[in-house]
């Protein structure tokens, strides 16, 4: 299901397949003069960077070992599937050793467990999407971020991924000038803030003047 939906997410990003093997995809993006390549490899068990490495480019078709761009532009997206959420403790060295590995690719540990797969069920890219957009799905992770529901996954994917595009959805923009105005107001710093609108840059003394004078004010208050 996690390979189906990365999968969908590199197509919808223009990314197109050029080959595959039993447990790794190769694709390629060309944008102008600009091209870009992305691995998806299920990784049943975590190994060392450099068995990693090595196991992706024996892996690799000709026509990307042969391109120069191959070596710095190759996104790597490892799937490795825990029982539990709670096991990644005791992965936690080996997958960021491997993603702060600086050699051939820039690699991504996407793990998973099976309540997470449970939850996605049916799920495609563009649910994902949906989802992540959901503002009140937003807010319940953010109150327990560690549960497995469909937002968790999708939180995941795109931090973990960044390559992909959070989507954007246009509302209406507050003046600034209001935010600011409601900000000092609950903080009880109207009076500080008139002074402030009221003195421009070019009077800086008498700016930090009025603000001495009216903070020895209020302390004799």
């Given at each position: 299901?996690?390979?189906?939906?990365?999968?969908?997410?590199?197509?919808?990003?223009?990314?197109?397949?050029?080959?595959?093997?039993?447990?790794?995809?190769?694709?390629?993006?060309?944008?102008?003069?600009?091209?870009?390549?992305?691995?998806?490899?299920?990784?049943?068990?975590?190994?060392?960077?450099?068995?990693?490495?090595?196991?992706?480019?024996?892996?690799?078709?000709?026509?990307?070992?042969?391109?120069?761009?191959?070596?710095?532009?190759?996104?790597?997206?490892?799937?490795?599937?825990?029982?539990?959420?709670?096991?990644?403790?005791?992965?936690?060295?080996?997958?960021?050793?491997?993603?702060?590995?600086?050699?051939?690719?820039?690699?991504?540990?996407?793990?998973?467990?099976?309540?997470?797969?449970?939850?996605?069920?049916?799920?495609?890219?563009?649910?994902?999407?949906?989802?992540?957009?959901?503002?009140?799905?937003?807010?319940?992770?953010?109150?327990?971020?560690?549960?497995?529901?469909?937002?968790?996954?999708?939180?995941?994917?795109?931090?973990?991924?960044?390559?992909?595009?959070?989507?954007?959805?246009?509302?209406?923009?507050?003046?600034?000038?209001?935010?600011?105005?409601?900000?000092?107001?609950?903080?009880?710093?109207?009076?500080?803030?008139?002074?402030?609108?009221?003195?421009?840059?070019?009077?800086?003394?008498?700016?930090?003047?009025?603000l001495i004078a009216n903070e020895?004010?209020?302390?004799?208050?």
């Amino acid at each position: 299901m996690i390979n189906k939906i990365i999968d969908e997410a590199l197509i919808a990003h223009n990314f197109t397949k050029e080959h595959e093997a039993e447990l790794t995809r190769f694709y390629k993006r060309e944008s102008g003069s600009a091209i870009r390549f992305a691995i998806l490899h299920k990784m049943d068990e975590l190994t060392s960077p450099a068995e990693l490495n090595a196991a992706i480019n024996q892996s690799a078709p000709d026509s990307f070992l042969n391109d120069p761009a191959f070596k710095k532009n190759s996104d790597l997206i490892c799937i490795h599937h825990l029982n539990k959420l709670a096991e990644f403790k005791n992965h936690e060295e080996q997958i960021f050793e491997i993603e702060e590995d600086p050699h051939f690719f820039k690699k991504y540990i996407l793990y998973y467990s099976d309540t997470e797969v449970a939850a996605i069920q049916d799920y495609s890219f563009g649910k994902l999407v949906t989802t992540i957009s959901d503002k009140s799905q937003f807010s319940n992770y953010k109150d327990d971020p560690l549960a497995a529901t469909q937002y968790s996954v999708a939180a995941k994917i795109f931090i973990k991924l960044p390559f992909l595009e959070l989507p954007f959805t246009r509302g209406e923009l507050v003046s600034l000038r209001l935010q600011a105005g409601e900000a000092v107001a609950e903080e009880s710093l109207d009076e500080t803030y008139t002074i402030i609108k009221k003195l421009t840059s070019n009077n800086i003394d008498e700016l930090v003047k009025e603000l001495i004078a009216n903070e020895l004010e209020n302390s004799t208050n």
